[in-house]
T-cell receptor, first 116, second 114 residues
Framework: EAQVTQNPRYLITVTGKKLTVTCSQN?????MSWYRQDPGLGLRQIYY???????DKGDVPEGYKVSRKEKRNFPLILESPSPNQTSLYFC???????????????FGEGSWLTVV | AQSVAQPEDQVNVAEGNPLTVKCTYS??????LFWYVQYPNRGLQFLLK??????LVKGSYGFEAEFNKSQTSFHLKKPSALVSDSALYFC????????????FGAGTILRVKS
């Protein structure tokens, strides 16, 4: 089954304790991205990757890191989490994606992160 | 103007009645428009998209949306609502000026009551 898989789905952590949210897709997609969802703000892009070893900042990259060493994986790293990073995080992927590719972006099931 | 606006935080409709979830956009060029749905404790599921061609787009679960260039709108519709349609709906736009991302509206909660 074609899917985007995120782990963990739910996590409560403490301020400053490094954590990684993994994302894996089995569709051989080139494009991958991370979004965070906050009430009243919709989804905002954190980072994206057009292909292996190609990553770039989205709208809200502060406090996050990513890497794309393999095509299928795109982990999101919070080096020193803070309470304002409490949010619902979505990983997404698409075959090849640019503003006018017309391709659909597929999302994972989300990771609820609480930083106390 | 907001890139994507969903003017209603919540829409309430009775089961069996038609439903509309509104979306307007603001781009300087031609947009690509998408609707996604988020069921409780689930990820975002793709419903439908407008790329080009026929202004009326049909998608999953009986939903459809109409692209209206003059009104810069892309409202989501369904002729007969089901209780199971209750969810959070997001409109999103991609356009050259926004780079390599989808820009999402704030979302609209749809509640269908039996």
């Amino acid at each position: 089954e074609a899917q985007v898989t995120q782990n963990p789905r739910y996590l409560i952590t403490v301020t400053g304790k490094k954590l990684t949210v993994t994302c894996s897709q089995n569709m051989n997609h080139e494009y991958m991205s991370w979004y965070r969802q906050d009430p009243g703000l919709g989804l905002r892009q954190i980072y994206y990757s057009m292909n292996v070893e190609v990553t770039d900042k989205g709208d809200v990259p502060e406090g996050y890191k990513v890497s794309r060493k393999e095509k299928r994986n795109f982990p999101l790293i919070l080096e020193s989490p803070s309470p304002n990073q409490t949010s619902l995080y979505f990983c997404a992927s698409s075959l090849k994606w640019t503003a006018f590719s017309g391709n659909t972006i597929y999302f994972g099931e989300g990771s609820w992160l609480t930083v106390v | 103007a907001q890139s994507v606006a969903q003017p209603e935080d919540q829409v309430n409709v009775a089961e069996g009645n038609p439903l509309t979830v509104k979306c307007t956009y603001s781009v300087s060029g031609n947009p690509y428009l998408f609707w996604y749905v988020q069921y409780p404790n689930r990820g975002l599921q793709f419903l439908l998209k407008y790329i080009t061609g026929d202004n009326l787009v049909k998608g999953s679960y009986g939903f459809e949306a109409e692209f209206n260039k003059s009104q810069t709108s892309f409202h989501l519709k369904k002729p007969s609502a089901l209780v199971s349609d209750s969810a959070l709906y997001f409109c999103a736009v991609s356009a050259l000026e926004y780079g390599n991302k989808l820009v999402f509206g704030a979302g609209t909660i749809l509640r269908v009551k039996s």
